[in-house]
């Protein structure tokens, strides 16, 4: 569906939305050492973990979030429903099918589904680069810990609404959206 036949307007908070799982089966990350140095870094090998739901938008420098159980649709559903009660009037995702379930396709939310396997068109996965930098690389005891640090994390980027800009504002994005109609009477 195209934004504009959507009734989506210049005005219209338009996020780009993903999911990320966090999980206590940590990955090993690249980091910085002396030449000749061997780096060692703990791994956890647990299988817990839990989604987080996430809608960026690059142009105002918003970011909404809400953690879900898992990926399908009555899960997404409350995600979507934590976006509109953000202000979130539209939402560009992946074609997922949780993202196509009857639960989502009655939301009052247009969306635009981006072409299979194009994460790199998706400013949502900026900022998960940027979590797993700020959480991976350790363990945790518990679940709760690693959210409570994605948590942390997420209300400083929130409250920064220029590095959000930075992070995620691409300037291809902005051009489409200007584009849009302006608002309507």
Same mark, same amino acid.
């Given at each position: 569906m195209a934004l504009q036949d959507a009734g989506v307007t210049q005005e219209t908070c338009v996020a780009f939305a993903d999911e990320l799982r966090v999980g206590l089966h940590g990955q090993v990350r690249r980091v910085l050492a002396p030449h000749g140095m061997a780096v060692v870094q703990p791994r956890q090998l647990c299988y #817990? /973990? %839990?989604?987080?739901?996430l809608a960026v938008d690059g142009r105002q420098g918003t @970011?909404? /979030?809400t953690w879900v159980a898992g990926m399908d649709a009555s899960e997404i559903e409350v995600a979507v429903e934590a976006w509109q009660a953000d202000g979130i009037g539209a939402v560009v995702w992946d074609g997922a099918s949780s993202h196509r379930g009857e639960l989502i396709l009655e939301q009052d939310l247009p969306r635009v589904v981006q072409p299979p396997a194009s994460p790199e068109l998706n400013p949502a996965e900026r @900022?998960? #680069? #940027? %979590? !797993? !930098?700020y959480i991976e690389g350790r363990t945790y005891a518990r679940l709760a810990e690693k959210v409570h640090r994605v948590e942390n994390w997420l209300r400083r980027l929130a409250a920064d609404p220029g590095r959000i800009r930075r992070l995620c504002g691409w300037d291809w994005i902005i051009e489409c959206l200007e584009r849009l109609p302006g608002q309507q009477t």
């Open positions: #817990e /973990w %839990i989604y987080l739901a @970011v909404s /979030w @900022v998960f #680069e #940027e %979590i !797993r !930098r």
